[in-house]
């Protein structure tokens, strides 16, 4: 596990896991390659048929206990490597991912700032 924050604006966990990608009625299995406070991003299988823009929701299970869960909207495809913008995420999720994140992190200053952020914009609702 590795931290990046090449020339994004919020500190992301490179972070490799399976995660479940809800898009409409289909659930399809992804991996993980990195997540953020504001974003994740995921492989996903050749048949996705996602498109730009679109809504999804995305979950990561870390324990039995333990769930990271992410309304999101497709924000870039490049072949199978789909990126994903957050847009909602229960109090719950953004606690677990904060742990994960600081966890990973060099500067842990960084992720206090992205949390900051966050709050200004509101994005962190419960």
């Given at each position: 596990m590795n931290?990046?924050?090449d020339r994004r604006q919020f500190l992301r966990s490179v972070f490799h896991a399976p995660v479940r990608l809800r898009h409409g009625e289909t659930v399809v299995p992804a991996l993980l390659h990195d997540i953020s406070l504001k974003g994740a991003l995921i492989e996903v299988p050749a048949n996705w048929?996602?498109?730009l823009g679109e809504s999804c929701h995305?979950?990561?299970e870390l324990s039995a206990q333990?769930?990271?869960k992410m309304d999101a909207t497709v924000s870039h495809?490049?072949?199978q490597h789909i990126g994903l913008h957050c847009q909602r995420m229960d109090l719950d999720s953004v606690t677990h991912l904060r742990q994960l994140v600081e966890h990973n992190a060099d500067n842990p200053a960084l992720l206090e700032r992205d949390l900051a952020?966050?709050?200004t914009q509101g994005s962190a609702t419960p």
């Open positions: 931290v990046s924050n048929e996602g498109r995305l979950s990561l333990a769930t990271i495809i490049r072949g952020t966050l709050v």
